[in-house]
């Protein structure tokens, strides 16, 4: 399904780099190599634990890259006039003057180039769907036709924030304006927010309804993809510049939006709250014992550490688990569950690998760790025992007929093709909506027919006066990226705002 590279050991890699590295000069050579000679550079492989192993354990399976190797991933880039790579990142980081001050080593000033335009590099560069946004629009992918052959602009991301995480920043932050903001979600969207606002020296308090701070980042990736110390290490650095969190608090319960404003005196409100609301099949048996939504699995695992042995809520005991889906949340469940114990796990989905939302890294992950995809295939009903729990999954098997709206080919079922598989449990990760709370809570708010909240795209306002929303709620379920862009414009919405009070 992925024409990604085979396993490399990282020593290899590494030694592979050196080499390179001595025999060209580089980096005081950079200047002097030509368009020919930087696209005959090799794309550096990012070095992984080896797959058997990572299946067994929660750590980190992407190690990142060595020095030498981002100096020979870097020196690829073609530094174009141009620059395509930027119009395909939704905050418009200076690509080029970031690749470049890394190809010539000098990567504290690379980080910093970042950081004018993201707050959020460790986990970007982590997270950050790049195939499908600055790596699609770069040169080199272009001539290699293929954008996962572009500079690995992420993963270069990823080296300078990893290898800058103690540098201090070197960030204003303007004398206080007397002006109050309150945030509603710690997601992306709200930390980039809160950041922005912070620096133009006006009060944020982040209101958050779980116990820790990092919305999606924290409870839905896994730790085996992005680590939590790094997301609690970026919430620090928002608290050390000022920003307040205040844990377990509900709004839409324990305050309203209105109530932010009238009661407790804030200006201002920013509503970040994410799509956490978990769509199902609507299949026979899906209330069955061993039926989780992709989101109750990945937030016992990832937030509540269900994973460890003396965890308060164990997880449930699994052997045979299908997943339900072909997106990031389903490959983050079946690689979840596998390192949970499960001895089988598939990933059932109604398209073929080709129409996968998921990232190409992250299915090429799950197939090296084993997982097997069940293509063309779609549940039709959950079967279950005598106590309740389920034994087994009713499939039928599918074809691709014409594109349907979303442009993709219209999966068709196959009539007379089904067949049962022995399964103990099922998860579905179908995407989510939006949680209703905050909406219900505020009727002035305006919403569209998913329930997501319009706003104004220039500014993030909403129908309700001094009201600002983005990230998921506002978009739909899209990306962290996505989500901090809108962060960013709706706190230059805000400060105008704040301004003409
Ligand atoms: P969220 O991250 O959802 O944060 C919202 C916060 O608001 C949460 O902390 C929530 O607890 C809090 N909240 C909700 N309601 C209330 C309330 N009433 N009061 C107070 N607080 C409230 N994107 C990528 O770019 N790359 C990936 O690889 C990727 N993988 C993903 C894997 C999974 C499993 C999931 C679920 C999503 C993934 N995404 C990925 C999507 C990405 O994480 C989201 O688009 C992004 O986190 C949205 O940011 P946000 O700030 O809008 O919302
Ligand atoms: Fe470098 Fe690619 Fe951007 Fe050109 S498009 S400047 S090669 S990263």
């Known amino acids: 399904m992925s024409n990604m590279s085979t396993y490399k050991e990282a020593d290899l890699l590494s030694k592979e780099a050196d080499n390179l590295i001595e025999s060209l000069g580089l980096p005081a050579s950079w200047s002097t190599l030509g368009p020919k000679e930087k696209r005959s550079l090799p794309q550096q492989d990012m070095p992984t634990q080896d797959p058997i192993q990572r299946g067994g354990n929660m750590d980190e399976v992407a190690l990142g890259y060595t020095e030498n190797q981002a100096i020979i991933e870097a020196s690829r880039c073609l530094v174009c006039k141009n620059a395509p790579c930027v119009k395909g990142c ?27 335009s993201s707050m959020l590099p460790a986990i970007c560069g982590r997270v950050c769907p790049q195939e499908k946004q600055c790596m699609e629009l770069c040169t080199v992918g272009k001539m290699n036709r293929d ?23 070197n960030v204003e932050i303007l004398p206080s ?36 701070a990092g919305g999606v980042t924290v409870y839905g990736i896994p730790e085996f993809r992005l680590p939590k110390s790094i997301v609690q290490r ?13 844990y377990d608090y509900l709004i839409g319960r324990t305050r309203t939006v209105r109530e932010l404003m009238e009661k407790d005196g804030f200006n201002a409100v920013y509503v970040a709250n994410g799509a956490g609301l978990p769509k199902f099949m609507n299949i026979d048996g899906e209330n069955l014992v061993g039926v989780f939504s992709a989101n109750e699995y990945l937030t016992r695992s990832n937030l509540m550490k269900a994973f460890e042995k003396k ?10 688990v299908a997943v339900f889906g072909g997106g990031n949340v389903a490959m983050d469940a079946a690689r979840t569950a596998l390192r949970l114990g499960a001895k089988e796990v598939h990933i059932v989905y109604r398209r073929t690998g080709k129409e996968m939302p998921a990232r190409v890294e992250e299915v090429h992950h799950a197939q090296e760790e084993g997982i097997i995809f069940d293509l063309l295939t779609n549940p039709v009903r959950i079967l279950g025992d005598d106590k309740g729990r389920v034994k087994g999954i009713e499939c039928l098997k599918y074809k691709l007929g014409e594109p349907d709206a979303s442009g993709r080919a219209r999966p068709e079922p196959i009539e007379g093709s089904e067949f049962l598989m022995e399964i103990d449990t099922c998860i579905t990760a179908l995407g989510n909506g939006s949680n209703p709370l905050v909406t219900g809570t505020t009727p002035e708010l305006n919403t569209n027919k998913w329930g997501n909240i319009t706003v104004d795209e220039k500014t993030g306002a909403t129908s309700m006066e001094g009201v600002f929303a ?21 706190a230059q919405g805000i400060d105008e705002y704040l301004k003409a009070l």
Not at 157 to 167: K, N
């Open 90 to 116: 939704p905050v418009s980081i200076d690509i080029p003057g970031f690749v470049c001050a890394t190809a010539k080593g000098n990567f504290k000033e690379a980080l910093e180039i970042i950081q004018e």
């Open 147 to 169: 954008p996962m052959e572009s500079v690995a602009i992420g993963r270069l991301e990823r080296y300078l924030a990893d290898r800058g995480a103690d540098q201090k920043s």
């Open 177 to 212: 304006t007397g002006k109050k903001v309150a945030i509603v979600g710690s997601g992306p969207s709200g930390l980039t927010t809160a950041a922005d606002l912070v620096r133009l020296g006006h009060g944020v308090t982040v209101f958050e309804a779980f116990h820790k």
């Open 234 to 246: 970026e919430v620090g650095k928002l608290e050390s510049m000022g920003v307040k969190f205040v």
């Open 311 to 320: 965890a308060m809520t164990p997880i449930y005991p699994s052997k045979k």
């Open 470 to 490: 983005g990230g998921d709620i506002v978009q739909g379920a899209a990306t962290v990226i996505l989500a901090m862009g809108d962060g960013r414009v709706a």
